[in-house]
């Protein structure tokens, strides 16, 4: 066994300073010029189309330096995930909802708490005084708009 594993990384040495015969061209075979047959050969090799090939009769025209694109202002993109609203979002939509009479201080006391849970008595949703993903979903649609007619009679 010890020898047979011997052999192998003798045989996996000689193989790497080998260099398992990949042999790169010398230097100065590189730097040698080639002739306009050689040339004509390569050319022939590369399997050029037409269009990809330089007439050396015709000039090329100068280049032209591309036209600089203006700027456009970046937008922020948007939130990953859920949006969770904040406590000044939520008194906001429900006051301009017709739910919420208080101040918006952006805390959740027990007004807001009620106004919650009319909202969502209102709207067909579980009540629970928690602004959730349903809750909020149709809770935001009043956060832009400025007193809407309220979807329910508040007490």
Known sequence: MRKSVLIVFIAIGVVYLTGCGKKEPDIQELQEPMSMEELSALSANMNMTVNEQVNPIVPMPPAVAPKPQTELPLEPLPPSGPYKPTP???????????????????KIGPMSKRAIEEFQRANGLEVDGKVGLKTWAALSKHLTSSLSAPTGQPR
């Open 88 to 106: 000044r979002d939520i008194q906001t939509a429900l006051k301009n909802s017709g739910f919420y009479k208080g101040n918006v201080d952006g």
